[in-house]
């Protein structure tokens, strides 16, 4: 059969087609990890902050009395920002901001140690009438009460639909004496998340890192050759396939009865790490045994030849040499933590806890995302400011392993 | 002429294959005893029975006797981890552990739970001089073992094997895969060490057999064709295959 | 010479070490048995909570099991509970995301093991592992925000009125990007596997490389490949939290509608999670079974297919 040149231009054409097609195909990938990059850093890198590191997540609420000392003048600082106003009379700046459901907020910007505002004291009936309360930079003024100077109680703040001028300007001018302070605390913090997902990361790693180190050597040490052996490997491979939600699932039932054992009831960061570890245990497992199978026969066989017996060879030898290939697990497991989201959300509960421990429920940093994204409205901007942290860890870890697997390499050259 | 390990009509198998077939010999204390023959052909099998590192082998059945100053050393009731520390080996490449060159020889006696600083040093002295490395060595003993010469690896491990004080020391072709020199040096450490203790050796080279032992036996397919002083062996053999062996016709 | 060492080891001394190592054998076999009865436990437990709702004698009253097999509603607040029309979606979503996926994997595994200059394809896997080390609620967030208002716009471009974006198509297209990584990891070993003869062979014989490629390299790859397409099926039907943040969760169906809302098995087990008791907490383990039926049922099948062409080669 003769070659035409006809033959070979079709050819030629369904290549450059394929090709194309490949080229497109390929980048698509490409396309989709900028785009999620750009999206999330967009909605979320406004409101990154140091505070969104160490605040509670929910807003507290202050009712507090003035008290009478009010005389005297102040003496702006120097150093204030420009846009914030300043209360000659009673010794304090305010700024204005928006709130993520875009309403507006009246923050403080500085109080005078001297000033009345400083001295404030819980005015809500309870243990705490009376004590100092002390409020501090970056709460918000909701109300502040007075009295001006036809003896009329009247209020300023954002309940009176003022801004920060208008706020120190209604108070330098109008005010005898203030009375009372609403004040509240903006929330929206993730400490309580980044606190329970610690603990979260502890419990589970406690566990599964010994059980699954432990199994692995008796898979691939004591065990090796035993009938049994790949029937308990295919039983742990098998929990691989399974959704992760089923997991949480299991973890209500299976695992509750052992956290009631320790007084905690109903979902607990106790459980949600017992059902995390549960999950690590085949990567664990796996990660470990392929460490141990690294490691030469001849160490094995040098040691026992000197009398020592299977559990010291273990020890002694096989296992300080599977190091880094374990480290590489707990970094992988490391990632899996922070990125699980259905197991914990039946086992540890959705509820945003400022002080969680670990018999109390509380929100890893995830299930804090899911918490804000399934509400009636999705918070964007700190789901994503929560994404960017999380990715930021995700890829700290992803070159982490790289770095060790390399490493790993080196020393057995 | 004590015999320290007596052998009667042993057999080894692999599942259903037969790799040893009624071996029968005497070792004989404090002398050196080497294993001839073309390569499958048992002798690291049978060299591995001495110790009982066969254990290891899945599916690997022994029948017959061994014993050792007359105790059975095959049957399953002996403390196989006491008889390692009788018999020690020395394997065909140099395998020390990925630690210092005094942990390496330590490790033993460690693993023995010794742990008096001054025991410990002087047995590693000890062992090392005797092996023939200790002025190579005794200004950097917490090295990583890794950086020395092959050769002196090879010596590391022989102290490592001395250390425990060993009444045999096995060795399967322990300079195959060393250079001349590092050969000759352990060779004639073999001499001066079987002073101490008894020593097995397998090799692949008929004249380091005829250099170091003083028994010799001619393996042929897991069966021992003949055994007897190596003079006597290399000079008049009894048996054909013997002769066509030594004389290079095959193997 | 001193026998220093002999004298140390006594028969006791003997007898504690054989004690230890029997000790730490036995503690590491409880480990092992305890890791592999897990799956044992979860199969089990799952299987007890989740069919007591339909056995007599049930707590909240006893439901029927071929209503809740076949129904095509579910409405928490009405009890009304039929999975039937939820695995006809969830099946839907995710063959659809795996259509979706799959040439596209397997050309971009195919791009960065063959096509690629050595450079551009490491940054490629690179790509590809970030890909894979995302979590859900990430892909969730970027889904709600990008992929329904991608939808959204297609709707009113079609004249179609989408709830806010909310779709089996979104629920598709987000699938098809957590799968990607998935199958492309696969194929890429696949491909890496193929024997390079076999390329030089067609190579020879006159062959053009992109030929080649398609004609021998992805064929002979294909068992590989398949494996990895299996796989993404499972993770397409198992995952729960991004798709529960665009399905919709509608109240019935089939829906065979692209821009209606849908609702997934796995978006079931989590919708309204936070005021729950009694049948409605229940119901979520019958649903898992049906979840864990319907994977197992698939990959058995997939499986199936994937050996009878194997063996057509």
């Known amino acids: 059969m003769k070659v035409t040149e006809t033959m070979i231009k079709k050819r030629k054409v369904k290549d450059r087609v394929l090709q194309t097609v490949t080229l497109i195909s390929s980048s698509i990938s490409v396309l989709i990890l900028i785009m999620l990059f750009f999206f999330i850093f967009q909605k979320g890198a406004g409101s990154l902050s140091f505070k969104l590191l160490t605040d509670d997540y929910w807003a507290k609420n202050y009712l507090l009395d003035i008290p009478a000392e009010q005389t005297g003048t102040y003496v702006k600082p120097a150093n204030l920002p420009t846009d914030s106003f300043w209360s000659v009379k009673y010794g304090f700046a305010v700024t204005d901001a928006l709130s993520h459901e875009k309403q507006k907020l009246i923050l403080i910007e500085y109080i005078d140690p001297a000033s009345p505002l400083a001295k404030m004291t819980d005015a809500s009936s309870g243990p705490n009438f009376g004590k100092a309360q002390l409020i501090s930079v970056g709460m918000q003024i909701q109300k502040i009460g007075y009295v001006d100077i036809n003896g009329d109680t009247r209020s300023a703040g954002t309940i009176a639909d003022q801004n920060a001028k208008t706020l120190v300007d209604t108070l330098d001018s109008s005010a005898l004496t203030l009375n009372q302070a609403y004040i509240k605390t903006t929330g929206g913090g993730i400490r309580g998340s980044i606190v329970s997902t610690f603990y979260l990361i502890l419990i589970s790693l406690l566990l599964a890192v010994p ?14 050759y035993n009938r049994f052996t790949p029937w308990l ?25 052992v956290t009631a054992l320790f007084k905690a009831s109903g979902t607990s960061i106790l459980l949600g790490g017992l059902t995390l570890s ?50 590489s697990a707990i970094l992988l497991s490391l990632g899996r933590i922070i990125g699980e989201s259905a197991a914990l959300i039946y086992t540890m509960g959705t509820f945003v806890n400022d002080s969680p421990t670990v018999l109390t429920g509380g929100t890893s940093l995830a299930v804090h995302i899911w918490s804000l994204m399934s509400g009636e409205q999705p918070n964007f901007a700190l789901a994503s400011a929560i994404s960017i942290i999380i990715l930021i860890i995700v890829l700290v870890l992803n070159i982490s392993v790289k770095l060790l697997s390399g490493r790993l390499r080196k020393t057995w050259q | 002429m004590e015999n320290i390990f007596e052998i009667r009509d042993l057999d080894l198998y692999y599942g259903t294959n037969q790799a040893l077939k009624k071996i029968s010999m005497d070792i004989h204390r404090n002398e050196v005893t080497a294993f001839i023959g073309p390569s499958g052909c048992g002798k690291s099998t049978f060299l591995r029975c001495f110790n009982r590192m066969n254990d290891l082998i899945p ?3 022994i029948e017959g006797k061994m014993t050792m100053n007359d105790t059975d050393i095959m049957s399953s009731k002996l403390n196989v981890v006491d008889l390692r520390t009788r018999v020690g080996m020395v394997f065909q490449k140099p395998n020390p552990f990925p630690m210092s060159i005094y942990d390496n020889v330590a490790y033993g006696l460690r693993c023995q739970n010794i742990k008096d600083k001054k025991v410990l040093d002087q047995i590693v002295t000890q062992s090392l001089k005797k092996a023939a490395l200790w002025e190579e060595v005794k200004d950097r003993l917490n090295e990583n073992a890794y950086k020395l010469s092959g050769g002196q690896q090879q010596r590391l491990c022989i102290a490592r094997a001395i250390s425990m004080e060993p009444d045999v020391i096995l060795m399967d072709e322990p300079t195959s895969a060393l250079d001349p020199i590092a050969t000759s040096k352990i060779e004639d450490l073999i001499q001066e060490l079987k002073r101490d203790y008894t020593i097995i ?46 004389t290079g016709r095959f193997g | 010479m001193d026998k220093i060492v002999r004298n140390h080891i006594s028969v006791k001394s003997m007898k504690r070490k054989h004690l230890q190592d029997v000790f730490v054998k036995n503690l590491f ?55 039937g029309f939820i695995v006809i979606n969830t099946i839907l979503s995710a063959f659809g995301a795996l259509l979706l996926s799959f040439p596209i994997s397997v050309l971009t595994a195919l791009f960065i093991v063959k096509v690629a200059p050595r450079k551009v394809a490491s940054v490629m896997r690179t790509i590809v592992e970030l890909l894979a080390s995302i979590p859900s609620v990430v892909y969730g967030v970027f889904a709600a925000g990008t992929i329904v208002a991608f939808v959204r716009i297609i709707g ?14 979104a629920v598709i297209m987000l699938l098809a990007i957590m799968i990607f990584p998935t199958i492309t990891s696969l194929s890429i070993s696949a491909i890496e596997a193929v024997d390079p003869d076999l390329e030089l062979a067609s190579l020879a014989l006159g062959a053009t490389k992109t030929q080649t490629h398609f004609k021998v390299v992805l064929s002979s790859a294909k068992s590989g490949i398949f494996a990895g397409a299996i796989l993404g099926l499972g993770r397409a039907f198992g995952e729960a939290t991004a798709v529960s943040m665009v399905a919709g969760n509608k109240l019935f169906g089939p829906t065979f509608n692209l821009l209606d809302i849908t609702r997934t098995l796995t978006s079931t087990m989590l919708a309204g999670l936070k005021e729950t008791t009694g049948l409605d907490y ?32």
């Not at chain 1, 490691?295 to 009398?307: H, I």
């Not at chain 2, 397998?202 to 057999?209: I, K, P």
């Not at chain 2, 250099?211 to 062996?233: H, M, P, Q, W």
């Not at chain 3, 009113?156 to 198509?169: D, K, P, Q, R």
């Open chain 1, 211 to 224: 059980i699954g180190i432990m199994t692995a050597i008796y898979l691939n040490e004591y065990a090796k």
């Open chain 1, 233 to 257: 490997r295919s039983s742990i491979e098998m929990l691989t396939g399974v959704p992760s939600i089923i997991y949480g699932l299991m973890g209500m039932v299976v695992l509750y009865p």
């Open chain 1, 278 to 327: 549960v999950i690590l245990l085949p990567t664990v497992i796996r990660s470990t045994e392929e460490a141990l199978k690294v490691v030469p026969d001849n160490f094995r066989d040098a040691s026992l030849s000197l009398g020592a017996n299977q559990a010291q060879t273990i020890f002694r030898i096989v296992l300080p040499s599977a190091i880094p290939g374990i480290l």
């Open chain 2, 59 to 61: 599916d690997c059945r």
């Open chain 2, 201 to 246: 050796i397998v090799t692949h080279s008929m004249q380091q057999a005829a250099r170091v032992s003083d028994y010799t036996a001619f393996f042929l397919l897991g069966e021992v064709i003949e055994f007897n002083t190596t003079k006597v062996l290399f000079q008049i053999p009894s048996d054909k295959r013997t002769e066509d062996y030594i």
């Open chain 3, 29 to 83: 076999k409880l480990m092992a048995l305890l890791s592999s009865s897990v799956i044992i436990l979860i199969i089990l437990f799952i299987l007890m909570k989740g069919s007591a709702p339909f056995l007599p004698n049930y707590k909240y009253g006893t439901i029927s099991l071929p209503n809740f097999l076949f129904g095509t509603v579910w409405r928490q607040d009405a009890g009304i509970y039929g999975v």
């Open chain 3, 156 to 169: 009113s471009a079609l004249g179609i009125v989408t709830a806010g974006g909310n779709s089996m198509m």
């Open chain 3, 282 to 313: 229940d119901i979520r383990y019958s649903v898992g079974i049906v979840l864990m039926a319907t994977i197992l049922i698939s990959n058995l099948l997939l499986n199936y297919i994937k050996n009878r062409i194997g063996n057509k080669v």
